[in-house]
């Protein structure tokens, strides 16, 4: 089959990472994020729940009847260790891959997708072969579907929000622009990936900022990144949830291992441009500055003060002219 038949006639997949403990509302949350599947206006799809060793038998026990539901239009895979969300993405990337879908869309068992997003999605990757990923903008709604008010989104999701009003992280190498302008820019529940791509670009087995250190790595393999304004996700962030009012113990830990996972992620991205020949060995230390001090900016929305500092600190043995510009030039001082 020739491959733009095989991406325009091929069944795309949704991978859906679950676990769910005893709570009502978790239930609704993914009667809604299936809802959002099914009524793609694109029909041709397939989604694959894998239940990331749910401790709630009831939860288990649901998820087989929403396969008797929708029959051959889902399939149900189960870890046997709960092993996080990047784990539970690879073993659905991995049925994809195996079952010839040209196109994995991931999608959190608590998010909602737009109705054309399948749709849309498939254009981009027709039209053009050399289309690695298609993501768009989303929306912030709490636990009862409510869009969250400007104001009392956190600040690290709205450094995302602000990344897409210009310049927005299209076209090729697009991790550069990812490492060096935007950090986290293409929310998980709306990115799509061509499934060859995703599969040899697994996600990391970690559980904080997998899905940066995964889109990195996308971003460096020779193809392009789209954005598509007109399909926003809805991202659920629940009121009052520990994310939004983390202790500063609790914040700086998180903070801290996603410094680690996403400088990993550079590293690893690096290595594929340099074996790519997209980038060459002398422009390491200056992406490697421009990494860390638009780290060190994000540092600073999330208020971790110590690892902006750690992270400038860094930039400045390098290239302490070029440093101190970028330091002086986003205020970090």
């Known amino acids: ?29 993914l009667e809604e994020a299936i809802a959002s599947v099914k009524c793609q206006t694109d029909p041709d799809w397939h989604l694959v729940i894998v239940d990331d060793c749910s401790p709630c038998e009831e939860a288990v026990n649901y998820l087989e009847q929403i396969k008797d539901d929708l029959r051959d239009k889902v399939t149900i895979l189960k870890l046997e260790r709960n092993s996080g969300s990047g784990m539970a993405r690879n073993r659905g990337i991995e049925w994809a891959y195996q079952n010839d879908s040209p196109i994995v869309l991931f999608l959190d068992a608590d998010d909602v997708s737009h109705s054309k997003r399948l749709e849309t999605v498939r254009a981009y990757f027709v039209q053009d072969s050399k289309v690695n990923v298609v993501y768009s903008t989303f929306e912030v709604i709490d636990e009862y579907g409510e869009r969250t008010p400007d104001e009392k989104i956190a600040p690290a999701i709205r450094e995302i929000l602000d990344g897409h009003k210009e310049n927005v992280v299209e076209g090729e190498n697009a991790w550069i622009q990812i490492a060096t302008e935007k950090n986290y820019t293409n929310l998980t529940s709306s990115t799509a990936v061509r499934t060859e791509i995703a599969y040899k670009t697994p996600f990391p087995d970690v559980r904080v900022s997998e899905d940066a250190h995964t889109w990195l790595r996308y971003g460096a393999h020779k193809g392009t990144f789209v954005y598509d304004e007109t399909i926003p996700s809805l991202y659920r962030i629940p009121s009052g949830s520990k994310s939004a009012s983390a202790s500063r ?3 700086e830990n998180f903070c801290a291992r996603k410094v680690r996972v996403d400088t990993d992620g550079f590293f690893k991205a690096m290595e594929i441009a340099l074996e790519n020949g997209t980038i060459k060995p002398d422009e390491k230390d200056e992406l490697l500055i421009r990494f860390y001090i638009k780290l060190a900016e994000s540092m600073k929305y999330a208020g971790a003060d110590n690892l902006k500092t750690e992270l400038a600190k860094k930039a400045k043995l390098l290239n302490r002219n070029l440093a101190e510009k970028l330091i002086e030039e986003k205020e970090l001082i």
């Open 1 to 29: 089959m020739k491959r733009k038949d095989y991406m325009m006639d091929g069944t795309a997949t949704f991978v859906m990472p679950h676990w769910r403990a005893e709570n009502t509302l978790s239930k609704i949350h």
């Open 249 to 251: 113990e609790r914040l």
